[in-house]
């Protein structure tokens, strides 16, 4: 069965930090593209951070650079976003996906909450 399963999510303080780990089960992260997505309440779903096969090549969505980390551990089959300077307009449920044409699956999402 594929599934991935996303964790580390909570409430932060302005300028803290936190790592999510997404576990993926029943395929290998080897031959797919991952990515981090994010949804705030009422707003549309947007991508945060996307990583290549070969774990080689990222990019970041422009509010995120020089903050947020995506990488990938293909032993684990685990793909990690690791953030910092959260600031209160990162506050949002934090979906992973993981895509290799046909096939495209998404995680549950982690709630990220940043607030004083």
């Known amino acids: 069965q594929v599934q991935l399963v996303e964790s580390g999510g909570g409430l932060v303080q302005p300028g803290g930090s936190l790592r999510l780990p997404c576990a993926a089960s029943g395929f290998s992260s080897r031959s797919y593209a991952m990515s981090w997505h994010r949804q705030a309440l009422g707003k549309q779903r947007e991508l945060v951070a996307i990583i290549d096969i070969t774990g080689r090549l990222t990019n970041y969505e422009e509010s995120v650079e020089g903050r947020f980390t995506i990488s990938k551990n293909n032993a684990k089959n685990t793909v990690y976003l690791q953030m910092t300077c959260l600031q209160p307009e990162d506050t949002a449920v934090y979906y992973c996906?993981?895509?290799?044409?046909?096939?495209?699956?998404w995680g549950q999402g982690t709630q990220v909450t940043v607030s004083t």
């Open positions: 996906r993981a895509m290799s044409v046909p096939s495209d699956y």
